[in-house]
């Protein structure tokens, strides 16, 4: 999914689309996932884990063997947009986190910032290994590549998972109903409000810039495979900056260590801003560095204070819900930087747009330092 970036260079080569148009299929994608998130958390909570290994792993397959037929760009919208988002969605934290909350408690964002440290490992490989099967091979081939893999390794996945369906049952069956928040309940209450708003300015800073990294460092006169490896290089700092955002937030708390992500992304983007021709190396590695550091590095906290606040196991259901708002922030981003350089001809509108709401979501999340208070929902019955 991450290697989007790359293909996105390749498609403006192969048919010619601007910008704006090729970035459409993402910011889709974005929609997508935000807007089916709800429907994820409740599945996971009905289903477990395993079974939505199995349904992510056959859609996210098919839709890159597919995409490798793709003619035109409305192919591409639903291949990308619509088939593979459906299946990284079964294959996302909303389905694993409610079983990281159950079974480590003290050290909940340790063990949610590990297993995410992995999405960090991905965005870093993503970028060089698809410049190198597109260069070898073509960008269709390259897409069989990727299919095929993702066909082989799914179902070995999915049975690691075959005792977690028994605890998900076993834990749902040992709780009253009134036990744990609902969704209703959460709803009713601003934090819940306030991590949404945290998750759309996160997706508006990230993918400001994210989605268009190698595009710009192209533009600017830097060697295709050169930027593409510093800019993997860079994301491959995500994984120790992960984990120890998730490690130190479960001594400092969350609201801290988010702002101090959101500071160094801030800096990193900025870097990015000074960028003005192919020999300034130094800026174009720290902003890789910086920005590679903490992307993906508030989810452990975010995640981590979802399940703190909102305990239950309801918790796929409501974090699901709140997951609408990165969809939503994340596709806003990622058209917005295409359609501000075929504007203006370059990403400084667009990164400094990252900056504002970086800012922007540091100041929500700080708001969410003390617990919500629970209301009782309002019984219909006796209206």
């Not at 839709?63 to 591409?76: D, S």
């Not at 990281?100 to 340790?110: A, D, I, N």
Request: charged share 10%.
């Amino acid at each position: 999914m991450h290697a989007y970036t790359v293909f996105l260079i390749a498609f403006i080569d192969a048919f010619g689309w601007t910008r704006a148009e090729a970035s459409i299929a993402y910011a889709v994608s974005q929609l997508v996932s935000g807007a089916t998130s709800p429907l994820v958390g409740v599945l996971v909570d009905r289903l477990g884990p395993r079974r939505m290994v199995v349904i992510g792993g056959i859609l996210l397959s098919a839709g890159l063997l597919a995409t490798a037929q793709a003619q035109a760009l409305w192919h591409v919208v639903v291949l990308y947009g619509v088939v593979m988002t459906l299946g990284a969605n079964c294959l996302g934290l909303v389905v694993f986190v409610p079983v990281l909350s159950r079974r480590f408690v003290r050290r909940r964002g340790m063990a949610v910032a590990i297993v995410q440290s992995a999405n960090g490992f991905a965005r870093a490989a993503s970028a060089p290994l698809s410049q190198i099967l597109i260069a070898g091979l073509g960008w269709r081939e390259a897409y069989l590549a990727q299919g095929g893999f993702m066909a082989i390794v799914f179902l070995p996945l999915a049975l690691l998972f075959r005792g977690s369906d028994t605890e998900r049952s076993s834990h749902a069956g040992g709780h009253s109903s009134d036990e744990g928040w609902t969704l209703a309940e959460a709803i009713r209450t601003p934090h819940f409000w306030l991590l949404s708003l945290v998750y759309v300015f996160t997706g508006l800073g990230s993918f400001l810039v994210a989605l268009h990294q190698l595009a710009f460092a192209v533009t600017v006169g830097f060697n295709k495979l050169y930027a593409a490896e510093v800019l993997g290089l860079g994301a491959f700092l995500s994984l120790p900056g992960v984990i120890l955002t998730g490690w130190i937030s479960d001594y400092i708390g969350r609201e801290l260590s988010a702002v101090i992500t959101y500071g160094t992304s801030i800096f990193g983007v900025m870097c990015a801003l000074f960028i003005t021709s192919p020999d300034q190396h130094l800026l174009l590695w720290l902003h890789a560095c910086f920005f590679g550091l903490t992307w993906g590095a508030r989810g452990p906290a975010i995640t981590a204070k979802t399940a703190d606040l909102f305990p239950g196991p309801r918790l796929g259901t409501i974090l699901g819900a709140i997951t609408i708002g990165t969809g939503v922030g994340s596709a806003a981003g990622s058209w917005l930087a295409g359609w501000s350089f075929d504007l203006t001809g370059n990403y400084h509108l667009a990164f400094g747009l990252s900056i504002f709401f970086y800012a922007c979501g540091s100041i929500a999340f700080w708001m969410l330092r003390r617990p919500p208070a629970r209301r009782a929902v309002p019984d219909s019955s006796s209206a």
